[in-house]
């Protein structure tokens, strides 16, 4: 079984003491639908039809936007949002991460879900307890959900978050325990090619 993050959505931690929210991503803007202004959206969230409904409105890093409609089209979610009324202005919200503020979504109930904000800064080790370093990032990739691992020796290790490699995670304890295949960690360990 897959582990994977709350829903394979990313959020950027807690509440901080200024009161920022607790933000979690629940789709990614891709490529235009039409000419209407339409676009696709890469669902990041096991609740699209709540997190899409017209009249929701989804954070992003160049300020809000509001959806007003959303339909399936051929196993793809097509939205559209409120002010975006052709091709041109679709293809200018492309790669914008969606994001709702954890506050407002259900408790975690899968024990294998997790939000961002309780990995990040966790110790990693192996079953021996050697410490290879802490999460600093939970990538969300196309083919999965990645966590990245800050070495000592400052390079960075990317550890696929499937059971398989990440067989234990201990949030209340601050760890995760890693089963890494043969050659992984020297990858990590081996000096970058000089660039140029």
Known sequence: ??????????????????????????????????????????????????RFAPGATLLTDEGPLTVAQSRDHSGKLVVLFEGVADRNGAEALRGRVLQVDALTLPPLEDEDEYYDSQLVGLVVEQRDGTV????????????????????????????????????????????VVVELPEGLLELSDAPAAPEG
């Open 132 to 175: 290879l370093g802490s999460v600093v990032d939970v990538l969300h990739l196309p083919h999965g959900d990645v966590l990245a691992v800050d070495r000592d020796a400052g390079s960075e290790l990317l550890v696929p978050f499937v059971r398989a490699m990440v067989p234990t995670v201990d949030v209340a304890g601050g760890r």
């Open 1 to 50: 079984m897959t582990k994977r993050v709350a829903g394979s959505r990313r959020d950027r931690g807690p509440v901080s003491p200024q009161g920022e929210p607790d933000l979690v991503v629940v789709g990614r803007v891709g490529r235009p639908q039409g000419i209407k202004g339409e676009v696709t959206v890469e669902v990041r969230t096991d609740d699209p039809g709540a």
